[in-house]
C-alpha cells in the first residue's frame, strides 16, 4: 500500500473550514484514498473514501488532485467536537482489506 | 453507517489471567473483521484479521497463541489475551466490513489494564 504523509498538527477556528492535507505520491491506480478520525479514547469513525472523483457527504468534501497524488479533507464548518486526530490512508482493493494507519494530523478546533 | 460493538469497554485483569473482548457487528454481517492495538499517543497497530470460518491471519510480529482470534459467526468476534502481562496492557480496537463492502467500520475500543 502506498505511503502517505501528513502533516502533524493543525489548528483552526470554530465555524471556519478546516482543510487537512495528505500526500500519497506513490499511489496506484486501484488504491483507495480513505479518512478516518479517532475522537480522544474512542475507536476510528469513517469520515469518507475516493479514487478519482472528488466526494462529497454529510460530513466532509474530498478534494482528490488529478495525478491523484495528494488529496484535502474538508470540513466546511468546523466545531469544537471536530478535534480529534485524522487519518489518511490509502488502501489497495485487493481481498486482504486492510487498513493500515499512519501516524495523522492532529486537529484542534479553537473557540 | 454501520454500527460495530465491543465489550467490555474497560477491563482489569490480574496478571497471568485471561481477558476475552468481544466485537460484535449489530446491523450487518461482518464478513471480515480486524482487531488492533493502540498504545498511549500512538497510532493503530493492526495485529490481525480474520473472516468468518476461517483462522485469522496474523500482522508480523504478533503472537497468534497469545492473542486468539475466533470469528465463528458473521456477527461476533472475540479476542482472547492469555497470560495477560502489565505490558499487554493497551486499547484494543475491533473493525468489521460486510461482504460486497470496501468500507470498514470501528468498534468503541476495550482497554485492557493488566495488574
Known amino acids: 500500500d502506498a505511503k502517505t504523509t501528513q502533516p502533524p498538527s493543525m489548528d483552526c477556528a470554530e465555524g471556519r473550514a478546516a482543510n487537512l492535507p495528505c500526500n500519497h505520491s506513490?499511489?496506484?491506480?486501484?488504491?483507495?484514498v480513505y479518512w478516518y478520525r479517532q475522537i480522544h479514547s474512542q475507536g476510528p469513525q469513517y469520515i469518507i473514501h475516493g479514487l478519482k472523483n472528488n466526494e462529497t457527504n454529510e460530513m466532509a468534501s474530498l478534494i482528490i488532485t488529478e495525478d491523484r497524488k495528494s488529496s484535502t479533507l474538508i470540513l466546511p464548518h468546523a466545531t469544537l467536537r471536530d478535534t480529534a486526530v485524522y487519518y489518511c490512508?490509502?488502501?489497495?482493493?485487493?481481498?486482504?482489506?486492510?487498513?493500515?494507519f499512519g501516524s495523522g494530523t492532529r486537529l484542534l478546533v479553537r473557540p | 453507517g454501520a454500527v460495530v460493538s465491543q465489550h467490555p469497554s474497560r477491563v482489569i485483569c490480574k496478571s497471568g489471567t485471561s481477558v476475552k473482548i468481544e466485537c460484535r457487528s449489530l446491523d450487518f454481517q461482518a464478513t471480515t473483521m480486524f482487531w488492533y492495538r493502540q498504545f498511549p499517543k500512538q497510532s493503530l497497530m493492526l495485529m490481525a484479521t480474520?473472516?468468518?470460518?476461517?483462522?485469522?491471519?496474523?500482522e508480523q510480529g504478533v503472537e497468534k497463541d497469545k492473542f486468539l482470534i475466533n470469528h465463528a459467526s458473521l456477527t461476533l468476534s472475540t479476542l482472547t489475551v492469555t497470560s495477560a502481562h502489565p505490558e499487554d496492557s493497551s486499547f484494543y480496537i475491533c473493525s468489521a466490513r460486510a461482504g460486497g463492502d470496501i468500507t470498514a467500520f470501528f468498534g468503541q475500543g476495550t482497554r485492557l489494564t493488566v495488574v
Open positions: 506513490t499511489i496506484s491506480g486501484n488504491e483507495y
Open positions: 480474520s473472516n468468518e470460518g476461517s483462522k485469522a491471519t496474523y
Open positions: 490512508i490509502v488502501r489497495v482493493e485487493d481481498s486482504s482489506y486492510k487498513l493500515i
